[in-house]
């Protein structure tokens, strides 16, 4: 009579099997690691060269920008190097400064201002409230201002300032006169760039006192006076005021 009893489990097969399983673990991951790591290297290349790319990109992007801003500014510059009112110290000839600087802002929308400093502590500088609005804040400008206008110059009481407030045609809203002056553009870093070098130099970028902006600053020294000019202008986002 023939027995149904099963062939009892040899003691071997069990290690056997673990053993069988620890191979194949390990020969799956001796091909799927080198397998992942070139497909990580490899993105990684293409992600390093995409991001190098952009950034060359964003470079010669940023460089068509500061060439479009400052090549109006080093125009500015030139012409009033030429001019003979912008010659003078202020406050001389004051109305035909005044007129060059609104015209050298209006026809350069993404310059913030335009500023000069004489070698006796005068000082002028025309700002774009259309271009920057925070100038508005810090100077608590009259509504419609569109451009500000601040003089330094000697007087018989001595180094006094004055603040104008232009619309958009150039005509006068308020004025501020002060006798109490602290700044000195001749000690100011833009004013000892531009006399250190022969030619435009560069300042910044670096966030500005007045309005909290960061800016860009192109100064140069007039070799007829001594004069320093420099323009500015202000880093912002496309949908917000710098």
């Not at 009579?1 to 099997?17: G, I, K, T, V, Y």
């Not at 110290?89 to 109305?95: H, Y």
């Not at 308020?174 to 100011?188: G, H, I, L, M, W």
């Amino acid at each position: 009579m023939s027995s149904s009893r099963s062939d009892p489990e040899m003691p071997w097969s069990q290690p056997l099997r673990l053993h069988l399983s620890i191979v194949i673990v390990l020969l799956l991951v001796s091909v799927c690691t080198p397998l992942m790591w070139l497909t990580y290297q490899d993105g990684r290349s293409s992600a390093i060269d995409a991001a190098q790319e952009k950034m060359r990109l964003l470079s010669l992007h940023a460089l068509d920008h500061y060439r479009s801003v400052f090549d109006s500014g080093y125009s500015a510059i030139e012409t009033s190097s030429a001019l003979a009112p912008m010659v003078s110290a202020p406050p001389a000839e004051l109305d035909a400064k005044r007129d060059f600087l609104l015209k050298a802002l209006q026809g350069s929308p993404k310059l913030d201002s335009l500023y000069a400093g004489y070698p006796d502590g005068s000082f002028i500088q025309a700002a774009s409230v259309l271009t920057n609005p925070k100038w508005s804040q810090v100077l608590s400008a009259p509504s419609g201002t569109a451009f500000a206008l601040i003089t330094i110059g000697l007087s018989a009481e001595g180094m006094t300032s004055a603040w104008r407030f232009l619309d958009v045609n150039g005509n006068l809203l308020a004025e501020r006169d002060s006798k109490n002056v602290t700044y000195d553009p001749r000690q100011r870093l833009w004013y000892r760039a531009a006399v250190a070098k022969d030619g435009p130099a560069s300042v910044g970028p670096y966030v500005t006192a007045a309005t909290q902006s960061l800016s860009l600053t192109s100064p140069r020294r007039w070799k007829r006076t001594g004069a320093s000019w420099r323009a500015q202008t202000c880093f912002w986002k496309p949908s917000a005021a710098c």
